[in-house]
């Protein structure tokens, strides 16, 4: 009877052991674990570790990391060809814009976050509508390489600073373009400058060319830049006169500031030799903004 007994006990804890031993909660190949399941490491389900799932750094699936399939908004080399395709057809090429373009820079027609903009090698001309009567070509349209950095000015500003940027003349879109691609590039490059140095600029082809803009603190008249806009015209101007176009759109610039409340409607003129001992604007201009109104030659 007790051999007996001890036998049915034995079967019995037998049993007993291998029904719990069967549901495992660890280490498996589904579930919550290490394993091809749901939230691990493994290779199915919806996968936010490093498997072939949907969120992870792998290579299929909706990707934000820098795998190569999905619809990616990392580095990698997948779905980009939808975006990049937007680009192209326009005969333009996706890079970052920090880069020098040749033509002009769109947004939104690539992939891989708001810096990586489409270059086309044609420049189009696009007004930024902030004035009537005058048109102010924006930094997209020349093809500006991104700011490495920026302060935002207060604005009205009470100054004008008028310059001349003593580089060649320009007297179409395409040609005035390249002189301020020119002279961007020599300000990023060569001066260490963190954007093209002035506000606006102005060309023998009658349009304004945005720099800096309304909004940010220029680099162009030393110890005054946060107190006004510099507006250079593209040439040097010590022996020849912008002609009469240029004028006009500098003064309707001027206006246009006053009338968004960009630039106060008692600002003072200054030349740039006004504030430092400088040729600029040139002779022959700084005779020509001394009979504009505001023009104010004591030190601002």
Not at 130 to 143: A, E, F, H, L, N
Not at 253 to 281: E, F, M, V, W
């Amino acid at each position: 009877m007790f051999l007996k007994n001890t036998c049915m006990l034995l079967l019995l804890t037998v049993f007993l052991g291998i029904y719990p031993g069967s549901i495992d909660m660890c280490v498996r190949s589904g579930g919550s674990g290490i394993g091809g399941g749901n939230s691990g490491l493994g290779n199915g389900g919806t996968n936010t570790g490093s498997g072939s799932g949907s969120t992870g750094s792998e290579s299929g699936g909706t990707n934000s990391g820098n795998g190569s399939g999905g619809t990616d908004s990392g580095s990698g080399d997948g779905s980009s060809g939808e975006g990049d395709q937007r680009c192209s057809d326009i005969g333009g090429v996706c890079q970052d814009d920090s880069g020098k373009c040749g033509g002009s820079y769109y947004s939104g027609k690539c992939s891989g976050g708001a810096n990586n903009r489409c270059c086309t090698t044609t420049a189009i001309e696009k007004d930024t509508n902030d004035c009537s009567g005058v048109t102010i070509i924006s930094r997209d349209s020349w093809g500006a390489r991104r700011t490495k950095s920026s302060s935002s000015i207060k604005v009205p500003v009470l100054n004008i600073y008028i310059h001349h940027t003593v580089t060649g003349y320009c007297s179409s879109f395409s040609v005035c373009i390249s002189r301020m691609k020119q002279i961007q590039n020599g300000h990023m490059d060569d001066t260490g400058y963190d954007d093209i140095g002035y506000s606006f600029l102005v060309g023998d082809d009658g349009k304004i060319y945005e720099g800096r803009g309304w909004g940010r603190v220029g680099s162009h008249t030393k110890g005054y830049n946060r107190k006004g806009f510099g507006i250079s015209f593209i040439g040097n101007f010590m022996t020849l006169e912008p002609n009469t176009v240029a004028l006009n759109a500098a003064k309707a610039l001027i206006q246009c500031g006053i009338n968004n409340g960009k630039i106060s409607t008692s600002y003072y003129l200054y030349g740039h030799r006004d504030t430092k001992a400088t040729k600029c604007p040139g002779d022959k201009l700084y005779d020509m903004i001394k009979l504009w109104p505001h023009y104010y030659h004591r030190i601002p």
